[in-house]
């Protein structure tokens, strides 16, 4: 993995080239500097491509002037090095990363990957060796806040049934739980299920800690109960904001008993909200 990482910048082996490509609205610009940044993540770009494109677009709703990094640069945030305990390469995936976000004048960096956000403020600072010179925070955040204020608006209402799943590294790692349901709550006509589990206390989708890479058989299985559980509540759509719970459950969906509609959360946002078309 860390030789992987050191050529390709991710832990997937997918040429840098597409990080970007394959998703990236057009008509989206990206600023050269700006107080706001996005990290697409690993994960999202090659995985759970709706989902990063909907932050993307939720971010141009907003009206949020915002930079990235260009795609050689967005490197791998370290999660899965870390999570394997290859710490070696940390310290300077960290530096070249925070670097990068200091020299375009970065305040905020946002991500919608659970694994990323927590990294970037629980550990960064550490391997960092010092307090990171902008703020770290998860799209719902973000999202919930824009809704609060006005930025964002919510044009169209849904007459569905939805399911949200808590994703580990975002409810138990970095205490996110009511912004999804803030934004869920906006849109009219939504119904708002919960899981028998769900918060702190929500069950893995099956792909944490890089489970699906050693036990794909016992992922999937987990990834199952989590379909066979929104299916048995009757919901019309199951909702994520992780691209390795996205990624994952997806994969659980080749059975072909008990289907239901899987949606990203910012994808869902994405095609309610007004758009801004500067």
């Given amino acids: 993995?860390?030789?992987?990482?050191d050529n390709t910048g991710n832990p997937y082996n997918m040429p840098a080239a597409e990080r970007f490509k394959p998703w990236f609205p057009e008509d989206v610009k990206i600023a050269e500097r700006a107080d706001i940044a996005y990290y697409a993540g690993c994960t999202g770009a090659y995985s759970a491509q709706p989902m990063v494109r909907g932050d993307v677009l939720v971010l141009k709703a907003a009206g949020e002037p915002f930079t990235m990094l260009p795609p050689e640069e967005e490197v791998c945030c370290g999660f899965p090095l870390f999570a394997s305990g290859q710490h070696d390469m940390l310290e300077a995936l960290t530096r070249r990363l925070v670097q990068a976000y200091m020299a375009k004048g970065v305040k905020l960096l946002l991500s919608s990957c659970p694994c990323c956000v927590n990294i970037m403020s629980r550990d960064w600072p550490i391997f960092y060796g010092q307090e990171l010179p902008f703020k770290i925070r998860?799209?719902?955040q973000f999202a919930a806040e824009a809704l609060q204020s006005g930025k964002l608006k919510v044009r169209n209402g849904l007459s569905e049934k939805l399911i949200y799943h808590d994703p580990c590294y975002l409810s138990r790692g970095v205490?996110?739980?009511?912004?999804?349901r803030i934004i869920l709550?906006?849109?009219p006509g939504v119904q708002l299920l919960e899981f028998d589990r769900y918060g702190i206390n929500s069950k893995c989708c099956g792909a944490g800690g890089a489970a699906r890479k050693v036990y794909p058989e016992n992922a999937n299985a987990i990834g199952r109960s989590t379909i066979n559980e929104a299916v048995a509540k009757k919901a019309d759509r199951l909702i994520f904001s992780c691209p390795a719970c996205y990624a994952q459950v997806n994969e659980g969906m080749q059975n072909p008993d008990n289907r239901i509609r899987i949606t990203d959360i910012m994808e869902l946002l994405s095609s309610v909200v007004e758009r801004n078309e500067k």
């Fill in 1 to 5: 993995m860390p030789e992987v990482i």
């Fill in 138 to 140: 998860h799209m719902t």
């Fill in 175 to 180: 205490g996110i739980i009511k912004e999804p």
């Fill in 185 to 187: 709550k906006s849109i």
